[in-house]
Every structure is written in C-alpha cells, then in structure tokens.
Nanobody, 126 residues
C-alpha cells in the first residue's frame, strides 16, 4: 500500500503562487508515476500534471501549462506542484495520486492511478 498526504494549500490572491507537497509512505515510491488532479465544487475531477517514476517524463494539462510545474524528490518520497500566476479558476481541492502499472500517454486518466491522497484546498481570490 501507498499512503499519500497533501499539504501546502491555502488562500492566495490572483497572480500569486503556492507550492503543494505530497508526502508518500509505503514501498517503492520511486517505481510509481505521480499525478496531480483537482476538483472544483460542482465540477468533475480534472487532470493537472503527472511525472514518471524517473522524473524524466512530464505531462501537463493545457490549462496549467507554463504556470504549474510538477517535480519529485524520491529521496524524500515527495512530489511537488509549484503553482505560479494563479487564477480564480484554479480554485479547487487538489489531490495527488500514484500509479503503479501504467502507460505514459495515459497518465491524464484517473483510472491509471491506484492510490489517492485526501486533498488540500486551494482558493484564489480576485
């Protein structure tokens, strides 16, 4: 089993920045691809970004490309989401997720992920 705990959410003004962290516990963290998803009230879960087990393959949703950066530190068993130039439409609960068996080009699909964190709230004011 892999357990994931997100942190770093909060309230920020439009144009500001936040850095989310997801701490993992369990076996073979380095063997998992990691992803970030978000869900706004009344909206479906939306893919944000993903990173391969090696960190050498990165996938970003068009809505955040150029603003958000996903990274991982396998020595610390942690994945990060650096969010810059935040917009009110970025307001959502942000979830991290881990995928064990997967195809790189399918990492935007929630069904590729085996484990999920509890989520952290990000609110961007106008």
């Amino acid at each position: 089993q892999v357990q994931l705990v997100e942190s770093g959410g909060g309230l920020v003004r439009a144009g500001g920045s936040l850095r989310l962290s997801c701490a993992a516990s369990g076996r073979a963290f380095s063997s998992y691809a990691m992803g970030w998803f978000r869900q706004a009230p009344g909206k479906e879960l939306e893919f944000v970004a993903a990173i391969s087990w090696s960190g050498r393959k990165i996938y970003n949703a068009d809505s955040v490309k150029g603003r958000f950066t996903i990274s991982r530190d396998n020595a610390e068993n942690t994945v990060y989401l650096q969010m810059n130039s935040l917009k009110p439409e970025d307001t959502a609960v942000y979830y991290c997720a881990a995928a064990g068996g997967y195809l790189d080009h399918m990492l935007g699909d929630r069904n590729q992920y085996d484990y999920w964190g509890q989520g952290t709230q990000v609110t961007v004011s106008s």
